[in-house]
């Protein structure tokens, strides 16, 4: 065993995760052919443990467990320790989490498998406590009852394993559907989400909730631009209550910081939440809400993505300008002592009267719901006793009667408390950041900024997308072969890049041509769409592997069929690949998107809830979709005005471009439209193959827009 005050083998890691591992007793090893190896020499099974740096229960299992020297102990001489950072390697979690729930009937982090020398999964499980607890056998007994059997009835258990891996290869595979493209999976979706919507605080099911970015959009969509409908209902409602919710931090302060979603609310009202914050969640809601605004005009919409944005900029923002992974759920007490959850967001009645002044925290406490006794609704480990989470429990309007005093002096009042408010909070042990750059959730990031610009007409959001694509293509890019790394931490990118790197960084690059109309952009997207098909496309039967073609660590290939919390890598390319057909003129991209649906039709007519953006996909696939391309100088104001016009509206079948001599060779199309053209500035909204007649003006693109009769 290691000597418990030396580092084990993690410790030449850059991964924050396995680094947060790298003084436990535990011989931890990477994943990797050297710990393969290592337990083909030794004859024992592999532990895997497999979580992400800002995940409460990993710290949990960590420090109940593998810190303790006698459960070391036993890990260290009866197998093979190995650690994965699932952000790093989301094609081996997968796998693994497969036979988790397979064999459980559910999944979670940290998640504990037990494997052959060969990668064949024996046994496992998510977070196993010290004690027997709650029906959850402990940890030491599950460590020893699977030694002793590799010892006395290794058969039996090689049996089993041969078994599962036959099941997996199974489950890699999707479903077999007709095959057919028709509204039919899209209405069977809306209806099972009219059954379980929460008419009164949105979202979907019971506790806990997730915001399910995936599904509003798709909801969004149902009902044309104008939002109007049921489906576009349920989407606003839901996005409203999150947005009063505690699940999204009242304290962020423009250009200060603060702001942001959490992860999920562990209750049906979206109070209490699990308090770490994730770049993906908050990039994919930032968008929801732009696209909220974009049919509703209402300005909360536009302010809850901006303070989406002023959380990012701010809180998650590198030195260098690209964007890192996630923020803690836990943090330590100023007072001292071990981290809990939630402790620097949670508040007591006595510490916002001591901050605020009696008066100002009366106002205060009605409008953010806090009470003396806390008023955390659930609170399974009790650690909120007393404390409060800030939601919005009274509009100021309400607050502004209850007090006698103007709605505008309620508003100048609370905005006061809450800087007060913050500020404090700002002096408290901050929660760690997970300071790895993820491609995926950058691209996922630059895609809502450079949405953001175009919508909310700020500069400042394009700057800040362009530093961040910049970064990647400096860093995480492999000039002249087209290929991305996974992830970057502390100077050194690693990882080979999966399916979800490529098609988010590329989805990032198109909205960004879209919003600068810099065709180099575009190019760089279109050599990674290329790249992403020659290293995981499925020529025979459709769709994208996780894993490239080369990667030699997944023991299994599979295709993500779930649009969960992140997007599917196949919904995104599906849509990629339409848009950039539809650009470029080129049918072959159109051909692989196409593949790529009907590859996941199965799916779609049994369990259409799972896949909403790849329904974003084949509605946009069945439409004869817009082209809108741009005629004149890229500094012509007109030009500008048309190009923010074309934003106000929110179609997945519309693509934009400007036609210019300069880009020809890239968008034929596009300067074809545009070549005889002369005068003023002008759109030009094409279908089909034909195109209507020029629009001069924003309130004439605005109509061409709401075209969807054939020529």
């Known amino acids: 065993m290691p000597d418990p005050r030396q580092p084990n083998r993690l410790i030449g890691q850059k991964s924050p995760y396995l680094l947060q591992h790298a003084w436990n007793p535990v011989d931890w090893r990477p994943w990797g052919e050297e710990a393969f190896e290592a337990a083909r020499r030794q004859d024992r099974p592999i532990f895997l443990s497999v979580g992400y740096s800002t995940c409460h229960w990993c710290h949990v299992m960590e420090r109940e467990s593998f810190e303790d020297e006698a459960t070391a102990a036993i890990l260290n001489s009866r197998f093979v320790p ?22 459980t009937g559910s999944g979670g982090w940290p998640m504990s498998v037990w494997l052959t020398p060969s990668l064949k999964p024996l046994y496992g499980g998510s977070y196993f406590p010290p004690v027997e607890r709650l029906g959850r056998p402990s940890f030491r007994s599950v460590l020893e009852t699977l030694a002793t059997l590799w010892q006395n009835d290794r058969e039996r258990l090689l049996d089993n394993a041969g078994s599962m891996m036959r099941r997996l290869l199974e489950l890699a595979r999707p479903p077999q559907g007709s095959g057919e493209l028709t509204e039919r999976p899209a209405a069977r ?145 100023a007072a001292g002592g071990d981290a809990r959850e939630g402790e620097f967001y949670l508040w007591s009645e006595a510490e916002v009267s001591d901050l605020l002044g009696m008066d100002e925290a009366r106002l205060f406490c009605m409008a953010y719901g806090i009470r003396g006794h806390g008023n955390a609704i659930e609170d399974p480990h009790g650690e909120f006793a007393g404390r409060n989470v800030l939601f919005i429990a009274e509009q100021r309007a309400e607050v502004a009667a209850h007090f006698g005093i103007t709605p505008a002096e309620a508003s100048r009042r609370l905005d006061a408390a809450r800087e007060a408010l913050f500020e404090a909070r700002s002096r408290r042990p901050r929660p760690l950041r997970d300071g790895k750059v993820v491609t995926a959730w950058n691209g996922l990031m630059v895609s809502a900024l450079a949405r953001g610009a175009a919508i909310l007409g700020d500069r400042s959001l394009l700057d800040a997308a362009k530093l961040a694509v910049e970064f990647v293509l400096e860093q995480l890019y492999v000039k002249g072969q087209g290929r991305l790394f996974r992830s970057w931490c502390d100077g050194v990118a690693s990882i080979p890049g999966k399916a979800a790197d490529y098609a988010d960084m590329v989805q990032g690059l198109i909205d960004l041509y879209e919003a600068t109309l810099d065709a180099g952009y575009l190019g760089i997207a279109l050599e990674l769409a290329e790249s992403q098909v020659e290293l995981f496309a499925d020529r025979a039967e459709g769709g994208f592997y996780s894993s490239a073609s080369y990667d030699e660590l997944a023991p299994l290939r599979l295709k993500e069929d779930e649009d969960g919390a992140e997007p599917s890598a196949n919904s995104v390319s599906a849509m990629n690949l339409l848009r950039l057909s539809a650009m470029t003129g080129r049918e072959e991209l159109r051909r692989l998107a196409l593949s790529a649906i009907r590859n996941f039709t199965g799916i779609l007519e049994r369990a259409p809830t799972a896949m909403p953006l790849m329904l974003v996909a084949l509605d946009a696939a069945m439409r004869p979709g817009l082209r809108v391309v741009l005629a004149g100088e890229p500094g012509d104001e007109r030009l500008r005005e048309l190009h923010r016009a074309a934003f106000r509206h929110d179609r997945s079948d519309m693509v934009l471009m400007h036609g210019t001599l300069a880009s020809s060779g890239l968008l034929p199309d596009a300067w074809a439209t545009v070549r005889a053209h002369q005068g003023a500035p002008a759109a030009f909204v094409c279908s089909e193959g034909c195109c209507r007649p020029p629009a001069y003006d924003p309130d004439a693109l605005g109509k061409l827009l709401e075209w969807r009769k054939e020529c």
């Open 82 to 103: 190995v650690k994965v950072d699932r952000e790093e390697m989301p094609d081996i979690d997968r796998i693994y989490m497969l036979f988790v729930q397979a064999t």
């Open 189 to 333: 979706c809306l209806e099972e989400l009219e059954r379980s919507f929460d008419p009164e605080y949105g979202g979907f099911g019971g506790a806990p909730k997730f915001p399910r970015p995936a599904l509003l959009r798709f909801l969004l969509g149902r009902d044309g631009s104008a939002g109007k409908g049921e489906a576009a209902r349920m989407a606003l409602v839901t996005l409203d209550r999150m947005a009063a919710g505690g699940i999204h931090d009242h304290l962020g302060i423009p250009g200060k910081g603060g702001g942001g979603f959490s992860r999920y609310s562990t209750d049906r009202h979206w109070q209490v939440p699990h308090f770490e914050k994730m770049l993906y969640d908050n990039a994919q809601l930032a968008d929801i809400y732009l696209r909220a605004f974009q049919r509703t005009r209402e300005a909360r919409h536009a302010e809850a993505a901006r303070d989406i944005f002023n959380y990012v900029l701010t809180d998650l923002r590198s030195p260098e300008g690209a964007f890192l992974a996630a923020e803690d759920a836990d943090s330590r007490p």
